[in-house]
């Protein structure tokens, strides 16, 4: 679903070491600003970064008595493990890397959800139409993220198939690229990244299919989580910091322009462009609204994909949802 490399060196501890750090009071900077640490979800930097990256630039966190700083994951399924760690105290995410790390008994839980809606998808070139059936056979461009591997393998056992009916060929920044280069035949991505740049590099609309006409459940992909131990020790700056948050998300909502051009001249970021960063970003917009506001989640968003994760195979058993997640630090 992202497509740059991030242009900063990760200098992370080990996990193990890491661990035996915890995480205690948040630390303050000179001038009595409070210390927090978060772990994007992906290893490149795409436009889900905007309402952090607005909110640094743009004082959001500030204005909260805050000072954000990034901490940049190895690769795009560490995100939960380096905020589990004490790496970072909170960690942009997906519900599934939530999941699996809650069957792993690791000290995180989701505070926010950041989208609303499943957007994830097949695409393909114009005029080829997918099915799920005519996957078979295909060369498939993937991800090594948890959401690609876990909608796939629901939308692969509601086709009739199995991973080895098809060719995986795994992207590093986007697959976007390798469909229009005609390196894969499908493209796995979500709707507000695939068809904006497919439509900048091609001038036509790529053609999709949602996994949710393939069984999987309409909820939302992505999440904030916070390290447990950091959460109870802390509660007041993770309030802050969904507020600040939740500020900048309105605001770059309200002015996207803004919002992409402040997120481009973040430090050292290096990103897709912005006629597409643009596109995309307000291809996101939609999906990070809710009829109860933004971050709100439901016991049956996690309910529902437990049971497609364990029906798929992928999970053992489903845990009640507060073992998910808490909306206990969403301002009213």
């Not at 996990?15 to 900077?29: D, F, I, R, V, W």
């Not at 942009?92 to 999941?99: A, E, K, N, S």
């Not at 393998?153 to 590093?172: E, H, M, P, S, Y």
Request: aromatic share 8%.
């Amino acid at each position: 679903m992202k497509f740059s490399p991030w242009l900063v060196a990760a200098a992370l501890l080990p996990l193990s070491l890491a661990a035996a750090c915890g995480n205690g009071p948040a630390a303050k900077t000179a001038d009595g600003l409070t210390k927090v640490k978060v772990a994007p979800g992906w290893i490149a930097p795409d436009i889900t970064w905007i309402p952090i990256t607005v909110g640094i630039s743009n004082g959001f966190y500030k204005a909260e008595g805050l000072q954000v700083s990034l901490v940049p994951p190895p690769d795009n399924s560490s995100a939960v493990k380096i905020a589990a760690s004490g790496q970072a105290d909170l960690a942009q995410t997906t519900l599934t890397d939530q999941m699996f790390a809650a069957k792993e008994g690791l000290p995180i839980i989701s505070i926010a959800n950041l989208t609303q809606t499943n957007n994830w998808g097949f695409f393909t070139p114009t005029g080829k139409k997918i099915t799920a059936a005519s996957l078979k056979g295909k060369r498939v461009g993937v991800f090594d993220d948890a959401w690609t591997k876990a909608m796939m393998g629901v939308v692969l056992k509601n086709a009739g198939l199995t991973a080895r009916d098809i060719q995986q060929v795994t992207a590093t920044d986007g697959d976007i690229p390798l469909l229009i280069a005609n390196k894969i035949d499908v493209a796995t991505n979500t709707t507000n990244f695939a068809a904006p740049q497919y439509v900048q590099e091609t001038g036509k609309q790529p053609e999709t299919l949602l996994a949710t006409a393939v069984g999987a459940p309409d909820i939302p992909i992505a999440n904030y989580a916070g390290n447990k131990r950091w959460l109870q020790k802390n509660p007041a700056i993770a309030r802050k910091w969904l507020a600040a948050t939740a500020n900048a998300t309105n605001w770059a909502m309200a002015h996207p322009e803004d919002a992409v051009k402040a997120y481009e001249t973040f430090h050292k970021l290096k990103t897709t462009g912005y006629a597409t960063d643009l596109a995309q970003w307000k291809a996101t917009i939609p999906s990070l609204k809710a009829s109860k506001g933004l971050f709100t989640a439901t016991d049956a968003q996690w309910t529902q994909l437990g049971q497609a994760l364990k029906d798929a195979g992928q999970l053992d058993k489903v845990l009640p949802p507060s073992e998910y997640y808490t909306n206990q630090y969403i301002g009213k």
